[in-house]
């Protein structure tokens, strides 16, 4: 099940950046290649009482290669409205110096958005975000490998979000200076998951084929919808409970949202959520409550939020309130927390992935399908 999963997750990170691609290059508007290579140096953020097992001795390094594609299409408006992104593959590597963590490497899709760009100016300044696969890992083992206590699978999600500043040297030359943040997961997929974070500092050369840089600002935008918007979702995935017990439950939501456009970029509004255990059913699991309706049935209402990139793509996000939740299911909380991305596959009908977790505690991996009403 775990290589399925990692298959759709590539699948999904290579289907996005290729619709955006071909979306734009079918209007025979001009894509702008960019190269890049950047390193990143230090900031492991070490889980409290960890520095003197997993992480004893250890020192990050990593290497990203990145090639991406400037948006230059006036077929969707959102390239204006962020400045015309850049959307792109990069492939990740890194090292901590220690055979307890392993050497991680990953695939991943991002968008890489420019702040506030100046026409004239040396100096650019962007924002970025990242999803995608990580491999190679040395998992927690009890014999082999007994001191990883954070990270219990060699393959998990890969998310990276950045913050730069870069000097154009030259026409096609720009070096930068920044930082990041990157959290490895397995969404309690394999015990331990308390997770790898790290917030390096990043320094990064890129070169522009086409020197052309001018900012298009002529196209009038066309008003955003005034209309609620109603989503339902469907989401499924799989947890490990307990360190001595191998078996993987399933898990299920239904989601329904309805949402309005506070601007171009935002939707914001509420809903309710539902959420399904088959380890209710299980006697080492749930104990003399097994099999019972409240052991295996857990949800409550949600804010909801959307962050929208372009017309296909979404960010979501939601904070929510258990009414009623099980412990023994791993809904340790009152309160849920769930954060994905969505892509329209063809007209209202998207599908996406999302990571639920309680506070800083990962709840499951979540595969969605979803219709939207009044998109």
Do not use: C
Request: hydrophobic residues 35%.
């Amino acid at each position: 099940m775990l290589k399925i999963n990692i298959f759709i997750l590539l699948f999904l990170n290579s289907f996005l950046l290729s619709a955006q691609i071909l979306n734009n290059n079918e209007k025979n508007d001009k894509n702008h290649l960019v190269f890049e290579l950047e390193v990143e140096n230090g900031g492991i953020l070490p889980q409290k009482g960890l520095k003197s097992t997993t992480y004893e001795n250890a020192y990050y390094n990593g290497l990203n290669f990145k090639i991406g594609w400037k948006q230059r299409s006036k077929s969707d408006q959102y390239n204006q409205i962020y400045n015309y992104p850049i959307y792109g593959i990069g492939l990740y590597s890194s090292t901590f110096h220690t055979p307890i963590i392993g050497s991680p490497f990953a695939l991943y899709g991002f968008v890489q958005t420019p702040i506030s760009p100046k026409p004239g100016s040396k100096w650019s300044y962007d924002y970025r975000i990242g999803l995608g696969l990580s491999g190679n890992f040395e998992p927690y083992n009890e014999h082999e490998n007994p001191l990883n206590v954070v990270i219990g699978s060699k393959n998990n999600v890969f998310i990276d979000l950045g913050l730069r500043a870069q000097y154009q040297i030259s026409p096609h030359w720009k070096s930068g200076i920044g930082l990041a943040f990157h959290h490895f997961s397995n969404g309690a997929l394999a015990l331990p998951n308390k997770g790898v974070n790290l917030v390096p500092i990043t320094l990064s050369v890129s070169y522009q084929l086409n020197t052309e840089n001018k900012l298009n600002r002529d196209s009038i935008l066309e008003p955003y919808s005034s209309k609620i918007h109603y989503d339902i979702n469907y989401g499924v995935g799989l947890k490990q409970l307990r360190d001595d017990l191998d078996q993987r439950f399933l898990k299920t939501t239904l989601s329904l949202y309805a949402s309005k456009h506070i601007n171009y970029k935002w939707r914001m509004g509420g809903g309710f959520d539902i959420f399904y255990s088959s380890s209710g059913n299980d006697t080492e699991i749930a104990g003399d409550q097994s099999g019972k309706f409240s052991s295996k049935i857990s949800g409550g209402p949600s804010f909801y939020i959307a962050h929208i990139l372009n017309e296909q793509l979404i960010l979501n996000g939601n904070i929510g309130y258990y009414i009623h939740n099980q412990r023994f299911n791993g809904e340790i909380r009152k309160y849920f927390l769930r954060a994905g991305a969505r892509y329209y596959v063809y007209k209202n009908v998207n599908a996406g992935v999302s990571i639920k977790a309680h506070m800083g505690k990962a709840d499951f991996i979540e595969w969605t399908v979803g219709y939207t009403f009044n998109k």
